[in-house]
């Protein structure tokens, strides 16, 4: 190996090599599926089968698996302390395991079976950039696979052998704090939908605003029980068809779909990205802007929306007509509750769908306009907070992941 292709200069006591220099590397054994499940699912005894689903994006490797082989079939083992790497498919590169136990595996994963150096240290080098960089450049075919002859060649650089050592504890010292970091980052993070639902229950049941109506001599007795049907008209949408159809849409009235709501992480909808041509109006719906909507249809039903332009509307699509305009956030906080009770009604339908009766069936607690005001108020701050939080907390979650990048980049340098 020639000195111009070294990518960087390493301690004088490294050295560059390949990877089939430190690794004895084979892939597994694929299974017919039908052959799996009749000859090896459910066996009491046998190496635990791992495919490529069994290795997760955080590398850890599922080995609770109904798939054994019996040691007297011939298949490949990889041996405990081997790093398994994903080679083929769209996982390809990213999917990476350490084996706690002898395994055999499907033929997507490739073993790297350590030859007299320390086997973690492969482990925590397929992590790095700089591995990865070398991988995808070698990837080839539709599906992106490596193969064992071109991943032989990659280049590695060799630290002494007392030196391996204290390399991979320096990193695991390391990544164990910033994982006990990341796991309680990410705890906060897991729980923002369960604080947002629990501050929007305690809005709606008056429990935000106890000490205003102390202050104002109100109660909750002045609170009414409604039917949404009984406070607004609530329509659908229509969608001219054939959908594209040049002789309705690409014309210059505003056509409002679904994704315009969905896609949109303000309260507020300003604009549509398809628009309808005068020969579509008659097979849809125009609202005026200030319209409160709401999806009704799909995986994603259940978003509320206020509309700020006048717009014709699809089928997936309802509007609450001649509704108090003077607070439409209250009724915007009022549906935010309600989105995982409304995609529970039809939870297991192919197509998700909410019509007009079950959406005016919707009971709410109408507090006085001057209550309505202050929940929206109290609302707003706290979940503004709230949301600062969950941004915060993702910050630190990509630092925390750059952070690890850094440490490995450092690690296969000799400067950690």
Same mark, same amino acid.
């Given at each position: 190996?020639?000195?111009?292709?070294?990518?960087?200069?390493?301690?004088?006591?490294?050295?560059?090599?390949?990877?089939?220099?430190?690794?004895?590397?084979?892939?597994?054994?694929?299974?017919?599926?039908?052959?799996?499940?009749? /000859?090896?699912?459910?066996?009491?005894?046998?190496?635990?089968?791992?495919?490529?689903?069994?290795?997760?994006?955080?590398?850890?490797?599922?080995?609770?698996? /109904?798939?054994?082989?019996?040691?007297?079939?011939?298949?490949?083992?990889?041996?405990?302390?081997?790093?398994?790497?994903?080679?083929?498919?769209?996982?390809?590169?990213?999917?990476?395991?350490?084996?706690?136990?002898?395994?055999?595996?499907?033929?997507?994963?490739?073993?790297?079976?350590?030859?007299?150096?320390?086997?973690?240290?492969?482990?925590?080098?397929?992590?790095?950039?700089?591995?990865?960089?070398?991988?995808?450049?070698?990837?080839?075919?539709?599906?992106?696979?490596?193969?064992? /002859?071109?991943?032989?060649?990659?280049?590695?650089?060799?630290?002494?052998?007392?030196?391996?050592?204290?390399?991979?504890?320096?990193?695991?010292?390391?990544?164990?704090?910033?994982?006990?970091?990341?796991?309680?980052?990410?705890?906060?993070?897991?729980?923002?939908?369960?604080?947002?639902?629990?501050?929007?229950?305690?809005?709606?049941?008056?429990?935000?605003?106890?000490?205003?109506?102390?202050?104002?001599?109100?109660?909750?007795?002045?609170?009414?029980?409604?039917?949404?049907?009984?406070?607004?008209?609530?329509?659908?949408?229509?969608?001219?068809?054939?959908?594209?159809?040049?002789?309705?849409?690409?014309?210059?009235?505003?056509?409002?779909?679904?994704?315009?709501?969905?896609?949109?992480?303000?309260?507020?909808?300003?604009?549509?990205?398809?628009?309808?041509?005068?020969?579509?109006?008659?097979?849809?719906?125009?609202?005026?802007?200030?319209?409160?909507?709401?999806?009704?249809?799909?995986?994603?039903?259940?978003?509320?929306?206020?509309?700020?332009?006048?717009?014709?509307?699809?089928?997936?699509?309802?509007?609450?007509?001649?509704?108090?305009?003077?607070?439409?956030?209250?009724?915007?906080?009022?549906?935010?509750? /309600?989105?995982?009770?409304?995609?529970?009604?039809?939870?297991?339908?192919?197509?998700?769908?909410?019509?007009?009766?079950?959406?005016?069936?919707?009971?709410?607690?109408?507090?006085?306009?001057?209550?309505?005001?202050?929940?929206?108020?109290?609302?707003?701050?706290?979940?503004?907070?709230?949301?600062?939080?969950?941004?915060?907390?993702?910050?630190?979650?990509?630092?925390?992941?750059?952070?690890?990048?850094?440490?490995?980049?450092?690690?296969?340098?000799?400067?950690?």
């Amino acid at each position: 190996m020639t000195e111009k292709i070294f990518p960087y200069e390493l301690p004088e006591n490294w050295q560059w090599t390949t990877l089939k220099n430190v690794a004895k590397i084979f892939t597994g054994n694929s299974i017919n599926e039908k052959v799996k499940q009749e /000859k090896y699912f459910g066996k009491p005894d046998g190496l635990i089968y791992i495919a490529t689903k069994d290795i997760g994006f955080d590398k850890k490797i599922n080995y609770d698996t /109904k798939i054994k082989i019996p040691e007297s079939e011939n298949f490949k083992v990889a041996p405990k302390d081997t790093t398994l790497l994903c080679i083929e498919g769209g996982s390809a590169g990213r999917k990476i395991g350490f084996t706690n136990q002898p395994v055999c595996f499907v033929n997507k994963l490739c073993a790297f079976v350590s030859n007299e150096i320390n086997s973690k240290l492969i482990y925590f080098f397929m992590q790095t950039e700089f591995f990865l960089n070398q991988f995808n450049k070698k990837k080839h075919g539709l599906i992106g696979g490596v193969s064992v /002859k071109d991943l032989s060649e990659i280049i590695f650089p060799l630290p002494p052998l007392d030196e391996q050592k204290k390399i991979v504890e320096r990193i695991e010292s390391l990544f164990s704090k910033l994982d006990a970091a990341k796991e309680k980052v990410q705890t906060i993070l897991d729980g923002y939908e369960l604080r947002r639902s629990a501050i929007l229950h305690k809005a709606f049941t008056g429990e935000l605003t106890k000490n205003f109506r102390a202050e104002n001599n109100l109660s909750l007795d002045d609170w009414q029980e409604k039917l949404f049907s009984e406070i607004c008209d609530i329509v659908r949408g229509g969608s001219p068809r054939p959908a594209g159809d040049p002789k309705y849409y690409g014309g210059n009235i505003p056509f409002m779909k679904v994704a315009d709501i969905t896609n949109n992480l303000s309260p507020y909808v300003y604009s549509t990205k398809y628009t309808i041509k005068k020969a579509g109006l008659s097979k849809t719906r125009m609202v005026k802007a200030n319209t409160l909507l709401l999806t009704n249809s799909g995986a994603t039903l259940g978003v509320p929306a206020i509309c700020m332009l006048d717009t014709t509307l699809n089928d997936g699509i309802a509007a609450f007509l001649n509704l108090d305009s003077e607070n439409l956030m209250f009724y915007y906080y009022f549906w935010s509750m /309600k989105t995982q009770e409304l995609r529970g009604i039809n939870k297991g339908a192919a197509q998700p769908n909410l019509n007009t009766n079950i959406i005016g069936a919707v009971e709410i607690n109408l507090p006085p306009l001057a209550e309505q005001k202050e929940i929206v108020r109290v609302l707003d701050s706290l979940l503004a907070k709230e949301q600062r939080t969950k941004e915060i907390a993702e910050n630190i979650l990509q630092e925390i992941d750059l952070l690890k990048k850094s440490i490995l980049a450092q690690a296969f340098r000799g400067k950690l």
